[in-house]
């Protein structure tokens, strides 16, 4: 059975930085599109980057600051944050879909993880 488990959240300061780690079992890793999306209390789950073989894609809040990498060997995927904000802080979690229509949209994955803290203060 696929799992997904996130790892690296936790609290930091504005302007610092994270390193979220995404370790899958139970599926062949290098066919899988993966990617990283946040929920923030009270607002909607929404997209933060994807990579699909060696594109990489990212919401626009994101990019300049975040960069997801993976990892086929270890079958992991990385979301390396950086300059965080406030507003970064949110749960985050990863997402495998074999073939995603569409890399940023969440009801494309079939499988996710079950989530990491990441709290951002000042």
């Known amino acids: 059975q696929v799992q997904l488990v996130e790892s690296g959240g936790g609290l930091v300061q504005a302007g610092g930085s994270l390193r979220l780690s995404c370790a899958a079992s139970g599926l062949t890793f290098s066919a899988y599109a993966m990617g990283w999306f946040r929920q923030a209390p009270g607002k909607e789950r929404e997209f933060v980057a994807a990579?699909?073989?060696?594109?990489?894609y990212y919401a626009h809040s994101a990019k300049g600051r975040f960069t997801i990498s993976r990892d086929n060997a270890k079958k992991t995927v990385y979301l390396q944050m950086n300059s965080l904000k406030l507003e970064d802080t949110a749960v985050y979690y990863c997402?495998?879909?074999?073939?995603?229509?569409?890399?940023?949209?969440?009801?494309?994955?079939?499988?996710w993880g079950q989530g990491t803290q990441v709290t951002v203060s000042s």
């Open positions: 990579i699909r073989g060696s594109s990489t």
């Open positions: 997402a495998a879909d074999r073939r995603p229509l569409t890399v940023v949209v969440g009801s494309e994955y079939d499988y």
